[in-house]
């Protein structure tokens, strides 16, 4: 029987249509923001945190003006509006982040989050004006609403499963958003037509148009939209093979392509040092890395070691695409990459079968968290034969709380460790980039300190710097709290 004008299948579908879309918006305005202020756990929470706000909005304001208001008058050009309101978030948040670019990340924010709210609290409120319009009788309220609100919630797991896994890891972000939004402004306009006649669909469809054609012009800030980045590569004006790999804003890896044994950024040298302190110069290694980018590194081990075998555990698949496009890189018996969560990567390698683990592995301005864990690092040990070394790239500023904590981390498994960073940065006066050296045998010191720049310096000493530092474990990690991040 058809209530007001709405028949029981049209109003499920467009409880779980709002829902669902509700849910789209959400995951794709993570990755929308992440170019500009980084994809960190608070910014995670924080747009979670906006995305319920606007749905207990939507839900109590679309109940109250259901109320007022015969839903039938407004449900469909308010779906039209959310729906153009949700094509005009990507040209705002991107002309935004690009306008403050290197700075402003606050009000990159609250752009987002003013941007986010609103077409998703319109959305949240389609579900109680479709109640509204199906309810002629108390006696029936509780099977109404309890099929509408579960039909909602059906609704908002299909769009988190089908954005998390299938549309961010298939589609840009910006075909995402202007499908949402169409198919919005579609379904919206349909049921303008249905509940009130054609001319009550102008206005809103003609606001529609405006936001897909912003969308559209809106600036790209990457060449390519992974599932967990924003890539580009950047030739350098200096050097005719040098290129740089951006991830998100930060650059991420720079390899020359005429060139493997040039090393264009410091901590990547002292990862070199480290290595050639180590070990006799013409010894080949079993080199495991957990985090590829550009494949610095592997590179590198290949042309000055010949006979080293690298396995490099790199979880995006369209970096590796993009290095193998533009980077040169080919895989074959001295370099195996394979897609893959490094946590999961290093369980399954043998024990004692590697000379070498290097740790270079980031997500925008944030460490996942599994990577820094003493269990991890127990593994790694286990995977390294014993006189093998650990590389740890820490990138930490300020107080330096989670280089300490991570340091200390690390000192819980292996009986010898030592950084490598810069005079200054050792004695807390700035941040940057520490390489951790871990190893069961004693770390030669002598040896890296030679092969490192004049500005560096190694120390092991570490017990005054490190003081009370926390043991991060499985069970307490709180990385991002710890880590203070840069800020260009």
Not at 18 to 34: D, F, I, Q, T
Not at 162 to 177: E, H
Not at 204 to 220: D, E, N, Q
Not at 422 to 438: P, Y
């Amino acid at each position: 029987m058809v209530k007001g004008g709405v028949g029981p299948r049209l109003a499920i579908a467009l409880a779980f249509g709002s829902s669902g879309a509700v849910m789209v918006l959400e995951l794709v305005s993570l990755r929308l923001v992440a170019p500009y202020i980084g994809l960190t756990l608070e910014t995670n929470t924080a747009v979670i945190g906006v995305a319920l706000a606007a749905i207990a909005t939507g839900a109590a304001l679309g109940g109250r003006f259901a109320d007022a208001v015969p839903p039938a008058r407004t449900l469909g050009p308010l779906t039209i509006f959310a729906g153009a309101l949700v094509m005009l978030v990507l040209p705002v948040v991107r002309w935004t982040g690009e306008g403050l670019r290197g700075g402003g990340t606050d009000l990159v924010f609250l752009v987002l989050a003013i941007a986010l709210f609103v077409p998703a609290s319109l959305l949240a409120a389609v579900t109680p004006m479709v109640t509204k319009l199906r309810l002629e009788s108390l006696a029936e309220t509780g099977t109404v609403v309890g099929r509408l609100s579960a039909y909602a919630t059906v609704g908002g797991i299909a769009g988190t499963v089908l954005t998390g896994f299938v549309f961010v890891a298939k589609t840009p972000i910006s075909t995402i958003v202007l499908t949402l939004g169409g198919l919005l402004v579609v379904a919206g306009a349909a049921l303008t037509v249905v509940l009130r006649g054609r001319q009550a669909a102008v206005k809103p469809v003609a606001l529609a148009l405006i936001g897909a054609t912003l969308t559209i012009v809106a600036p790209r800030p990457c060449e390519v939209e992974t599932a967990y980045h924003c890539a580009r590569v950047v030739a350098d004006p200096n050097r005719e093979g040098g290129r740089t790999l951006y991830l998100d804003q930060l650059r991420h890896s720079y390899v020359d392509l005429d060139d493997p044994t040039h090393l264009e950024f410091e901590y990547i040298k002292n990862f070199a040092a480290a290595i050639d302190g180590s070990w006799p110069a013409t010894k080949s290694l079993d080199a495991l890395h957990v985090g590829g980018g550009g494949l610095t590194m592997p590179r590198y081990l290949t042309a000055t070691r010949p006979g080293t075998h690298n396995k490099v555990y790199e979880i995006d698949s369209a970096v590796v695409e993009l290095d193998q496009k533009q980077l040169g890189v080919r895989t074959g018996p001295d370099l195996d990459v394979v897609v893959r969560d490094g946590r999961l990567g290093v369980r399954d390698e043998a024990t004692d079968s590697r000379d070498l683990v290097i740790m270079d592995a980031f997500s925008g301005l944030s460490v996942p968290w599994h990577l820094t864990t003493r269990e991890l690092v127990a593994d790694v040990r286990r995977v390294l034969r014993p006189d093998g070394v650990y590389l740890i790239n820490v990138i930490d500023f300020g107080e330096a709380a989670f280089l300490k904590a991570e340091i200390a981390t690390v000192a819980a498994e292996f009986p010898q460790v030592a950084v490598v960073a810069r005079k200054d940065e050792l004695a807390g006066r700035s941040g940057g980039n520490f390489v951790l050296v871990a190893s069961d045998r004693p770390i030669e010191l002598a040896a890296i300190a030679a092969k490192v720049e004049p500005a560096m310096q190694v120390q092991q000493d570490l017990t005054g710097f490190v003081g009370n530092a926390p043991v991060l474990t499985d069970d307490y990690a709180p990385v991002d709290q710890l880590l203070t991040p840069y800020v260009s």
